[in-house]
């Protein structure tokens, strides 16, 4: 999948698939899958570095990331979150982080929000960096936001997500993330746009779909959010298997024989 893909595929009514990756193993196991493209984002700093939110990720930790599912998802069209304050502290700091996630391996970069970086992203798009966007729930606006909630809910927040998305679009980002909106609001969204929408929490009406891959297999010990579909129980599955080796370690049935190099 490639940037003018995303805007073809909604023309010709299709959907989109993305996952998130963070090291070469996953990704290397979501190359070899049908899914359109990866995300990583930054909330590699809670799944993979056990932070309590993604601000404590930053550009360093996020172009390893890159880097590594590039090198595992050769075929695939990733995306990289901008981390928290790096396109809020002036172009120059913002260009630079873009920089750096793209020399990494992104083929485009995501930010949350619009107002107060508006001018932010007209300069990276007409600059040719990719820019996706992000509504709704935006989880770097976790210390004013207080808690993870649905936004949108009211009418004149509604207003200003809907509006937010028009501004967007016109600053050139080529699609559209909106989490944790009301269903209703990413359908009006969503019909109003001429960029795709990928939804999380937001319902069935999107374009297109994004989940954490770590929720989607089952491996997060924590709570899982409403949203979130298990395709399958992996934390049973793993947990069974590392039982077995350790039961099979102690009472001597591994390794035997064909498990020895000489």
């Not at 630079?96 to 798009?125: F, N, Q």
């Not at 997500?161 to 989490?179: D, H, K, W």
Request: aromatic share 6%; hydrophobic share 45%; charged share 20%.
């Amino acid at each position: 999948m490639k940037i003018g893909d995303f805007s073809l595929r909604k023309r010709e009514g299709g959907r989109i698939s993305m996952l998130t990756a963070y090291d070469y193993s996953f990704a290397r196991l979501v190359d070899s899958s049908p899914v359109d493209c990866v995300l990583v984002g930054d909330s590699a700093a809670m799944v993979m570095h056990g932070c309590k939110s993604t601000i404590d990720a930053t550009p360093e930790m996020m172009a390893a990331h890159v880097s590594a599912v590039a090198r595992g998802a050769p075929s695939k069209f990733i995306v990289a979150d901008m981390p928290f304050l790096s396109y809020r502290s002036g172009l120059k700091h913002a260009m630079d982080c873009a920089a750096l996630l793209l020399r990494a391996g992104a083929g485009a970069v995501k930010l949350e929000g619009v107002d107060g970086h508006e001018d932010i992203i007209r300069a990276m798009t007409s600059s040719d960096i990719p820019v996706m966007g992000h509504l709704g729930l935006t989880p770097q606006s976790i210390l004013k936001l207080g808690a993870y909630r649905v936004q949108g809910r009211s009418p004149s927040a509604a207003e200003a997500i809907f509006c937010q998305a028009s501004r967007l679009e016109g600053a050139g980002c080529f699609a559209l993330v909106l989490e944790c909106v009301p269903d209703e609001l990413a359908r009006r969204v969503t019909e109003s746009l001429a960029i795709p929408t990928i939804g999380i929490g937001a319902g069935p009406h999107t374009d297109g779909q994004v989940l954490v891959l770590q929720d989607a297999l089952g491996l997060c010990a924590e709570r899982t959010p409403r949203f979130v579909k298990k395709f399958m129980d992996g934390r049973a599955v793993i947990g069974e298997a590392i039982s077995r080796f350790d039961a099979e370690v102690k009472n001597g049935a591994f390794p035997q024989k064909e498990h020895s190099c000489g």
